[in-house]
């Protein structure tokens, strides 16, 4: 089983004409993924051969939803366009948007995320790696060939440590691995990847990816105490950052002793998860218990 994207997921991709968009479409359909069609108003009735699979273009979300039945899209578009696609989508219907899209003002995110939520449309990112659920579906640019069905359940704000992850437990297997994304607002959070993992039942254990900066993880941390009974182990990143620097990722910023590496630490394990200080560490905290 899987959370949010599973094989029967019928996925538009909205920008898929261009090169991105063309390189990650190309690795989606070898991941297995149902990609039905791109959307570009500018070149609707196209089709574009990807490796002999013919993928139409659409005009519109609505177009593509209407002639294939897609609950999908990921967002391949640059970030001054972003809020225009994510509201169409939102506006067509779709049930779930992959913004993969990096440097989206924050003022946008907060709009288009707004109004998909009003619309019951669930986004992950922006400015994320996507999800994948191996062997079924993957929806973004997580690499689909360095780990296989399994277990655990991932939820990272990281891309480059998700994959770290996936590759080190690739013995074991993931149920679905989400990159949450890394800015100040996202659409979805640990808070509901944690839910999501908790009612799945093929999903044995949890793997929760923070960084300094916020209080997502702390929150996180509170509903884990309240509502997950499966075993959680994490990881924090930036315990060596210094205080008062932007580190990476745009929400990831240290005031004082809120938001760091340690305090996070001690909130997570307060609650009987298990962090570890390295992510090889905390691959093997998960071998341990499973």
């Known amino acids: 089983m899987a959370i949010h994207l599973t094989k029967e997921s019928k996925v538009l991709v909205q920008g898929m004409t261009g090169a991105e968009g063309m390189k990650h479409t190309r690795r989606m359909l070898a991941a297995g993924t149902d990609v039905v069609g791109g959307v570009n108003p500018r070149k609707a009735g196209r089709t574009v051969d990807f490796d002999g699979r013919p993928v139409p273009v659409f005009g519109s979300v609505r177009d593509g939803i209407d002639a294939t039945g897609a609950d999908v899209t990921v967002v391949f578009v640059p970030p001054a366009f972003t809020k225009a696609a994510v509201v169409e989508a939102a506006d067509a219907g779709i049930g779930l948007a992959v913004v993969i899209t990096e440097g989206v003002p924050v003022h946008d995110s907060v709009a288009f995320l707004s109004y998909a939520k009003e619309r019951g449309t669930r986004v992950i990112g922006p400015n994320c790696p996507g999800l994948i659920s191996p062997g079924e579906s993957n929806a973004g640019i997580i690499p689909a060939d360095i780990t296989k069905p399994g277990r655990i359940g991932l939820v990272s704000k990281s891309g480059t440590l998700t994959y770290q992850l996936m590759y080190e437990l690739r013995d074991i297997g993931f149920s679905t691995c989400v990159g949450i994304g890394g800015d100040p607002v996202v659409g979805t959070t640990h808070i509901d990847c944690l839910a999501a993992f908790e009612a799945d039942p093929d999903t044995e254990l949890i793997v929760l990816i923070g960084?300094?900066?916020?209080?997502?993880?702390?929150?996180?941390?509170?509903?884990?105490?309240?509502?997950?009974?499966?075993?959680?182990?994490?990881?924090?990143?930036?315990?060596?950052?210094?205080?008062?620097?932007?580190?990476?990722?745009?929400?990831?910023?240290?005031?004082?002793?809120?938001?760091?590496?340690?305090?996070?630490?001690?909130?997570?394990?307060?609650?009987?998860?298990?962090?570890?200080?390295?992510?090889?560490?905390?691959?093997?905290?998960?071998?341990?218990?499973?």
Do not use: C, W
Request: charged share 20%; hydrophobic share 40%; no cysteine.
């Open 211 to 290: 960084e300094i900066g916020g209080d997502a993880e702390e929150r996180a941390a509170a509903y884990i105490k309240q509502s997950v009974t499966k075993p959680v182990v994490a990881y924090i990143a930036g315990f060596t950052a210094p205080e008062g620097k932007t580190m990476g990722h745009a929400g990831a910023i240290v005031s004082g002793s809120s938001g760091t590496a340690q305090a996070k630490k001690t909130a997570l394990e307060a609650v009987g998860a298990r962090v570890g200080n390295t992510p090889t560490e905390t691959a093997q905290l998960v071998l341990d218990l499973l």
